[in-house]
């Protein structure tokens, strides 16, 4: 097998730096949004018109298993980011489906047990804004 290792540095190189290159301004545009990654690349090629789709998509899993970004499945299978990486409460318009944050704090839940404490939670409440 002929395998030239100095190139292969230089690739790992390159690749390491692509997949970083990108992740300021991926948290920019996640900044108080959820988005999916076609979002996230058809904002991000306004300024880098070179990027490939490929490397956003490393990008931003990348920056969600960092929790730099909090990555959101939906019901309806389309995976959303966004750079609130707390617990919070997501509330849907069902006409627009906007996304909506809404913390914990601000809902009461009555019958939840005696000293139940809340560890995580992935809560969605999607209806019709009157
Ligand atoms: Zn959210």
């Known amino acids: ?11 790992l190189i ?8 990108y992740s300021d301004k991926i948290i920019e545009i996640c900044s108080h949004k959820h988005l999916v990654v076609d979002d996230i690349y058809n ?4 300024d880098y018109p070179e ?7 490393r990008n ?3 920056l969600s298993k960092k929790w730099l970004l909090k990555k959101l499945i939906w019901v309806w299978k389309k995976t959303y980011f966004e750079t609130n990486i ?13 996304i909506f944050d809404l913390d914990l ?6 019958n939840l047990p ?7 939670m992935d809560i969605k409440l999607i209806w019709e804004f009157g």
Not at 1 to 11: D, H, I, R, T
Not at 14 to 21: D, S
Not at 43 to 46: A, H, P, V
């Open 51 to 57: 990027a490939g789709k490929s490397s956003i998509y």
């Open 14 to 21: 390159w690749t390491l730096m692509k997949t970083h290159y």
């Open 86 to 98: 707390w617990d919070h409460i997501h509330i849907i318009d069902e006409k627009t489906w906007e």
């Open 1 to 11: 097998m002929n395998q030239n290792p100095y190139s292969y540095k230089v690739l």
């Open 114 to 120: 005696k000293n139940f404490k809340i560890n995580s």
């Open 60 to 62: 931003v899993e990348e």
């Open 43 to 46: 904002e991000l090629i306004k």
């Open 105 to 110: 704090k601000d809902i009461n839940i009555p």
